[in-house]
């Protein structure tokens, strides 16, 4: 199993976080993982993206130009990274600040509306874990055990009053996920 | 030993008035007769001696005149490249908090290629000793203009006299780093007449002492000459020198016991 | 096997550093890799050690702090990115003139001039044949993931020591940023003072009175004392380039084309082998680990049973000098890059090795 995974949308909204859990909770199952950000000025509020490659194998590149799944958070991502979806892969995203709905039709495409249900019930924090649950639904590349045990390791100490949260976030966001085009 | 000297039969124990320190390597130095630099040598090293703290000291030596101050000074040493010993002393003492640490430096490499090493190890506050020799001009590559050269001297890169209004005006480094909250002694001395070397003693002891303290840099500057780029003989030079370098950089103290007294 | 943790490349070397035994960091802040410094503040190895971190007032500071505690026997680093190491080139130059052991770590991002923050591999040249100024070179190792950006702390400063000689990690922003498993080295204590003192005989810890005085310096003004000591140095080079070569071959047994690649570039690479083999096509993976020494047998070997080699690198062509000066002419060697933080993927050096080598 390799599943190759870019996650992009503005900076501040949990794009790299969200990846290291997942690339944790991979290492916590004895997976090979690589976690490649794009890193930078545009990080400050502009946008962010990360690469999350989870496999069975050693990893060779963690620059890739085709993904099994794209996450995406904000126009700009989709404009970038629609067309960078493997044919038969997956498409996320969350209609909040899309303006142009995704457009292949020969990918998956599910839609999370993730960002609206966090503010309405006052998660905006965990808001990068509801998409990551949804993702799980579809994908479920690591159990929910090894992503509490990745969330102990990628967030300090001081943060792990926040844990019941996150995985709350989780449940929520396998409920949320809905879909677009399915092949 | 004795051979050297014409009469072996005086060296008797009555007789002995001065005795060199071994902490100097006993070898010609390579300094111009009349030059300051054998004067602070054998002070550092008699302070180093009186103080028992010869096999715990480092020092440093720079790029000019005493770039070969590593052979005449019987302690370990390093050469630093031109301006940076303070960079490498820093690391010394804080890797060897136990050792006693010097840089010796002259004014070009101090003041102009190593400004920002010595203001930024005062300005932390190591806890190192700094000996600073000024004497206006760039000895060891023949006399060109230093940052300390006064107005209107002549030096090879100046030689119709420094210009301050193209060339810049003498730097006061000293003045400078005295008001850094990392210096805790600051002093200016001569080496000219035995009561400016006495003096010189006294300063250097007492720069070296601060390292006791923990409290930040002692910092020696001796004015001095340099009758070979200055053209002069030495008797001249030293007259040349309280005429014209004293009084833009006059002698004393500048920070005692962490306070500016001047 | 050591403790597993998920970590950047830059915060691995950090805490490998600590592992085994740094007495001392030296650095000033650059982007790429800014979190070395960072990570180390914030772990404090200074209260656990007693490792010496300080933020110096540039790179200049930086290096000649490596310097002097170089000089006294200490284990000492310093990291920073291309323009950085460029103001290094001084210290690093003396250094390799006083043979004294240092570690300094390369996070290269793209240039000339203040470049971009992004990766490349433009350095080569700097890293690889010498730097500053007069006849010297470093050990170059050239990590391609995070447990070789740990590994290599050891091994640097081991070669480092052994060869009395400036050692360099040549990596990039990418390897930098990236997180991957990292199995990080035991913990070994930082040597005593008794220790430095025994094992670095020569370093200038402060003379008792049984002994003559060290002096750590390049500094020799007589030409013949001055060209014995360039000898030293290039027979210390030639040991080097006899025993410390490292490489690694991935699908080399049965290629017919071979991809030749340091660092990133090597795992991009690397796809790029899987990629062609999924076609049918027998193409390897030759990546040499040490760039200096660079391994030119194991190369020639290879270039013997090859018919073409495709060099990928991050800059305009550096690495492919060595690797025609390995090879020589009698099989198409031909190069691909991309510059300016730009990073090649694995499609598109495929596509370039068919196009440059397999086509042609």
């Known amino acids: 199993m390799t599943e190759e995974i870019i996650i992009a949308g503005f900076g501040g909204q949990g794009v790299l976080s969200m990846g290291k859990i997942l690339a944790y909770s991979g290492v916590m199952q004895d997976q090979e993982v690589s976690w490649m950000p794009s890193y930078g000025p545009e990080m400050r509020g ?23 799944t794209a996450i995406i958070l904000n126009q700009q991502s989709l404009d970038k990274f629609e067309n960078a979806v493997k044919p038969g892969g997956l498409l996320i995203y969350d209609p909040n600040g899309i303006t142009r709905q995704p457009e292949r039709k020969d990918i998956n495409i599910y839609s999370i509306a993730a960002a609206d ?26 159990k929910m055990e090894n992503i509490r045990k990745g969330l102990e390791k990628s967030l300090p100490a001081r943060h792990h009053k926040l844990i019941p949260e996150n995985e709350k976030a989780l449940t929520i966001g396998q409920d949320l996920i809905q879909p677009v085009h399915v092949l | 030993m004795e051979e050297k000297f014409a009469h072996p039969e005086l060296r008797t124990p009555e007789n002995l008035v001065y005795k060199r320190t071994d902490f100097l390597v006993d070898r010609p130095l390579s300094y111009c007769p009349g030059c300051g630099h054998g004067v602070v040598h054998r002070m550092l090293m008699e302070v180093v001696e009186d103080k028992g703290i010869g096999s715990i000291t480092i020092g440093i030596s720079p790029v000019g005149c005493s770039v070969l101050a590593y052979d005449f000074l019987n302690v370990d040493m390093l050469g630093a490249a031109h301006g940076r010993a303070p960079a490498l002393a820093t690391a010394i003492k804080r890797l060897w908090p136990n050792r006693y640490v010097f840089t010796y430096q002259g004014d070009g490499d101090l003041a102009a290629i190593g400004t920002a090493e010595t203001i930024h190890a005062c300005n932390r506050g190591e806890n190192f ?11 060891m590559t023949g006399g060109q203009m230093a940052p300390t050269t006064l107005p209107g001297m002549r030096t090879s890169t100046c030689p119709y006299g420094r210009d301050v209004g193209i060339m810049g005006h003498p730097m006061k480094i000293t003045e400078l780093i005295a008001q850094l909250p990392g210096t805790y002694y600051v002093t200016r001395q001569a080496v000219h007449t035995p009561a400016a070397v006495r003096k010189t003693k006294k300063a250097l002891r007492k720069a070296i002492d601060c390292q006791d303290l923990g409290k930040g840099i002692g910092f020696v500057e001796v004015v001095s000459n340099c009758n070979s780029g200055w053209k002069m003989t030495p008797v001249q030079a030293n007259q040349w020198m309280e005429e014209h370098m004293f009084p833009k950089y006059p002698l004393g103290d500048i920070k005692v016991d962490g306070e500016l007294v001047k | ?25 030296f650095g000033y802040p650059i982007t790429p890799q800014s979190e070395v ?6 772990e404090k190895p200074y209260e656990t050690t007693g490792m010496v971190v300080l933020q110096a007032e540039s790179e200049v500071a930086a290096i000649n702090m490596l310097y002097g505690g170089a000089g006294t026997g200490k284990m000492v680093m310093t990291s920073s990115s291309s323009p950085g190491i460029s103001l290094m080139q001084e210290g690093i130059s003396y250094l390799a003139g006083t043979q004294l052991p240092a570690l300094i770590v390369n996070i290269v991002r793209g240039g000339p001039g203040l470049g971009t923050i992004q990766p490349s591999q433009a350095d080569y040249f700097q890293a690889v044949k010498g730097g500053g100024h007069g006849d010297y070179y470093t050990i170059v190792y050239a990590p391609a993931s995070v447990q070789e950006m740990a590994d290599f702390v050891k091994l640097g400063f081991d070669a480092a020591f052994h060869y009395r000689t400036p050692v360099l990690i040549l990596s990039d922003g990418a390897i930098g940023q990236m997180m991957e498993k990292v199995y990080l080295p035991d913990p070994i204590p930082r040597r005593t003072e008794e220790e ?6 020569w370093a200038s810890t402060g003379k008792p009175p049984t002994r003559e005085h060290h002096i750590m310096t390049s500094l020799d003004l007589d030409p013949a004392g001055q060209e014995r000591l360039n000898l030293l140095l290039q027979e210390k080079y030639r040991v080097i380039e006899e025993k410390e070569v490292l490489y690694e071959k991935i699908d080399c047994d049965d290629a017919e084309y071979v991809f030749v690649a340091f660092g990133l570039s090597a795992r991009i690479c690397q796809k790029a082998v899987h990629l062609a083999r999924e076609q049918g096509i027998k193409v390897g993976l030759f990546r040499p680990i040490t760039l200096f020494p660079f391994p030119k047998k194991p190369l020639q070997e290879l270039g013997k049973k090859v018919k073409g080699m495709l060099v990928v690198e991050m800059n305009a062509g550096q690495m492919i000098e060595d690797v025609i000066l390995s090879v020589g ?8 890059g991309r510059f300016g933080g730009i990073i090649p993927t694995p499609d598109e050096v495929f596509r370039m090795l068919k196009e440059k080598i397999i086509g042609g």
Do not use: W
């Not at chain 1, 993206?49 to 130009?65: A, F, G, M, Q, Y």
């Not at chain 1, 309405?120 to 808001?127: D, N």
């Not at chain 3, 070397?13 to 007495?23: K, L, N, Q």
């Not at chain 3, 002419?329 to 691909?336: D, E, L």
């Open chain 1, 117 to 142: 249900e966090a503010a309405k019930m006052g998660l905006s924090k965990v808001f990068n874990m509801m998409v990551l649950g949804g993702f799980l639904k579809l994908k479920p590349i690591v």
């Open chain 3, 196 to 201: 430095v003192i025994s094992q670095c005989p």
């Open chain 2, 129 to 139: 000793t700094i000996i600073f020799i000024n004497n206006g001009i760039y000895g």
């Open chain 3, 1 to 25: 096997m050591g403790e597993l943790r998920l970590m950047k490349g830059n915060e691995a070397i950090a805490e490998a550093a600590i592992r085994v035994g740094c007495d001392g960091y």
């Open chain 1, 46 to 68: 502009g946008t962010a993206n990360v690469t999350v490659i989870v496999s069975d194998e050693r990893i060779s590149s963690p620059i890739l130009n085709k993904f099994d």
């Open chain 3, 37 to 42: 410094m960072e990570y180390l503040m914030a």
């Open chain 3, 329 to 336: 002419f009698q099989i198409p060697i031909k190069h691909y």
